[in-house]
């Protein structure tokens, strides 16, 4: 596919720089790009390597233009150059479509309502009162449980599973080996023993949602698991029972939130975050990676908890010095009352 300079800013809705006729091919970084394709610049770190790019064209911001067109390039202007490559970018993916209709090896059960428009895959099992809308496509060896529902335009990639009653909403995407709507981790103490107690609420995804692949998002044990609308899920991500996931907020793979936890809505989580339950995450706030929430937050502000990496040899210094902190403090305060006493002798 190949498209002109002109092309790809109607398409993206940004003014050009610079040679509008050009023919774009392809998308590639400022590093490794090479003739015919476009990359983009939005982080000032990578301006250096604005003026050496192969790239024919470059997505930047207004504070770049100038830079741009001094290095004889040609390009896109605007103000979020990122979101708006990722606009040209999509005009280039070659994804392959599903194919059309129900694969002959797929089960689907009497009572489930499959869209003629739908796609099921080789090997999915469609359950008993289960609801296929029109456009969705679910992917090879997938299962959609009973009475649960896939909305228009939504994806399940192959072997993704959606226990019963579960809801998906309209244009989600969601990644091979995910899991929604098992059952919550729920036991009761009973001496010495634990007694299961049932997960009696579902999952609840609104739409355009996308998850990534591997998660696991449980089900709730009397209300319901939700995911807002617009959340963006990474890899690896553990949603435990009656969780929240405020509207477009975006998580980093390998976090964790536990039970009746509430994250805010255009949340920021980095990766191997930590989120305790029965607290709330107020909206808007920034947890950079390996936060450990323990509290609730109440003010939107970032907020970090992992230790930056340092050398070895740092580090056991630091360790060191963490185990005796308590002494230290004690010391501290014996001089304090030592100092305070000499001052009230004078």
């Not at 996931?245 to 989580?269: E, F, N, P, R, W």
Request: one cysteine or more.
């Amino acid at each position: 596919m190949a498209l002109t300079l002109a092309d790809l800013a109607a398409q993206a809705q940004a003014d050009c720089v610079g040679d509008t006729t050009v023919v774009i091919d392809g998308v590639n970084t400022l590093q490794d790009g090479v003739a015919g394709q476009i990359g983009f610049l939005s982080n000032p770190k990578y301006r250096s390597q604005l003026a050496d790019t192969a790239l024919t064209a470059v997505v930047v911001g207004p504070a770049d233009a100038e830079a741009l067109l001094s290095s004889g390039k040609s390009g896109l202007v605007h103000n979020n150059p990122y979101a708006t490559f990722a606009r040209v970018a999509a005009l280039f993916d070659q994804t392959p479509p599903a194919a059309d209709g129900i694969d002959r090896s797929a089960t689907i059960a009497a009572t489930a309502q499959v869209a003629a428009d739908a796609h099921i895959g080789p090997g999915a099992v469609i359950r008993d009162g289960a609801v296929i809308a029109a456009g969705a496509q679910v992917g090879a060896n997938s299962v959609v449980g009973v009475d649960a529902s896939l909305g228009e335009y939504s994806v399940l990639e192959a072997n993704v599973t959606l226990y019963h009653q579960v809801k998906v909403g309209a244009r989600c995407r969601i990644h091979s080996g995910t899991v929604v709507g098992a059952d919550g981790f729920g036991w009761a103490p009973d001496q010495g023993d634990w007694v299961k107690v049932p997960q009696l609420g579902t999952v609840v995804i609104e739409d355009d949602v996308d998850i990534g692949a591997n998660c696991c998002i449980d089900r709730g044990t009397l209300g319901d698991t939700v995911i807002e609308q617009g959340v963006k899920l990474d890899n690896f991500i553990q949603v435990a029972h009656n969780v929240r996931i405020g509207a477009y907020t975006v998580m980093a793979a390998q976090t964790g939130v536990a039970g009746s936890a509430t994250v805010g809505k255009h949340c920021l989580v980095g990766g191997n975050v930590g989120i305790a339950g029965h607290l709330s995450v107020a909206d808007g706030c920034t947890l950079t990676a390996r936060t450990m929430v323990l509290n609730t937050i109440d003010e939107k502000a970032s907020y970090s908890g992992g230790v930056p990496q340092m050398t070895t040899a740092q580090w056991r210094r630091s360790m060191a010095r963490l185990r005796q902190l308590d002494e230290t403090n004690k010391k501290l305060s014996r001089l304090e009352k030592q100092l305070a006493a000499m001052k009230a002798n004078k």
